[in-house]
């Protein structure tokens, strides 16, 4: 999503206060507890990012992702309503084994205003339409915020009931007015609002009840307060522990804790700072549906260039690596 201003908002799970979204479904434990530390099968990690000068022509933006050792990519900048280019992308992406992570959609769906609240709803059901015809995995947003002066911002509502039962009406509407043959819906994690945690995304999936919404992964999200920052090892594997039959995507930043009078964490270049890229990627390759891993909100193609060196060196030295 787009660069956020990181502090802390060590908030805990909102757990039981939200009686929509029990555990109790067999199938659902059934289903998670398929690829729990699952030592099984690893497959090659399919790493992501943007493309700096990035030709048009839909073949050569395809062989620029395969020249950078990319096997993932953004969405191409393409509406809805351009058919021919939108099919050119598709048979080009495949043709050279380039899976289209995601089409991002970074707006407000509780935005206070009904106006611009109804645009941008249009503006992500539009997105994830985008996203099952040019065979992107997924369409993602963050679920939203109640913050009335920042679309992405804090707010004690965010956490709550009333937050919880709006994402889970607006992720049915968004997948039932589109239908998706097979592309997912999913919300980013998020330090300050829902799903914050791997439970309350787990309980979103049960909540929301249908097979086009998905989990999107981003564990730097989650990194909001101390323990997390010092136990991500253990936060990252109860993320694949309790979801991993459901990501789809995910992003690629880390986390380091700069010194103030307060909780300060900083996101920079992976490989610079705390989070385990080893426990990451290998979790990671155990998936067998294969999610991307997707690099982002780094300032130029030299720091992208270096993070990008670095997972791929570091996920051949894990024997993941193509």
């Not at 205003?113 to 109804?118: A, H, L, Y």
């Not at 986390?255 to 990451?280: A, C």
Request: glycine share 6%; aromatic share 8%; with cysteine.
């Amino acid at each position: 999503m787009k660069k956020l201003d990181r502090r802390s908002f060590c908030k805990s799970a909102f757990g039981s206060t939200v009686a929509a979204a029990t555990l109790g479904s067999h199938a659902l434990r059934v289903r998670a507890q398929s690829t729990q530390r699952n030592t099984g099968k690893h497959h090659s990690i399919r790493l992501g990012g943007p493309v700096f000068g990035a030709p048009e022509d839909p073949e050569e933006l395809a062989l620029a992702h395969r020249r950078l050792n990319y096997r993932a990519a953004y969405c191409p900048n393409v509406d809805l309503g351009q058919r021919d280019r939108i099919q050119a992308i598709s048979k080009a992406f495949e043709k050279h084994g380039v899976v289209i992570a995601e089409v991002g959609r970074w707006v407000n769906l509780m935005d206070a205003d009904p106006e611009k609240r109804k645009a941008n709803f249009k503006l992500v059901t539009d997105g994830l339409a985008l996203a099952d015809e040019i065979g992107a995995l997924c369409c993602v947003d963050i679920a939203g915020s109640f913050n009335p002066t920042s679309w992405f911002g804090p707010h004690p509502d965010n956490i709550s009931p009333r937050f919880f039962d709006a994402a889970v009406e607006n992720a049915r509407k968004i997948i039932d007015a589109v239908k998706p043959r097979r592309a997912k819906f999913c919300y980013e994690m998020m330090g300050w609002a829902l799903p914050d945690s791997p439970d309350s995304a787990l309980k979103l999936v049960q909540a929301v009840d249908r097979d086009a919404f998905a989990v999107h992964l981003d564990p730097c999200n989650l990194i909001n307060c101390p323990s997390r920052f010092y136990d991500n090892t253990g936060l990252l594997n109860e993320c694949f522990d309790k979801l991993g039959p459901w990501i789809v995507s995910c992003h690629a930043k880390d986390l380091t804790w700069e010194i103030e009078m307060n909780v300060h964490f900083k996101e920079v270049r992976p490989g610079t700072g705390s989070l385990d890229y080893k426990t990451f990627l290998t979790r990671l390759s155990q998936l067998p549906s294969r999610p991307p891993l997707m690099l982002e909100h780094l300032p130029n193609a030299e720091e992208y260039d270096a993070a990008r060196k670095h997972l791929l060196d570091l996920a051949g030295k894990l024997g993941i690596g193509e």
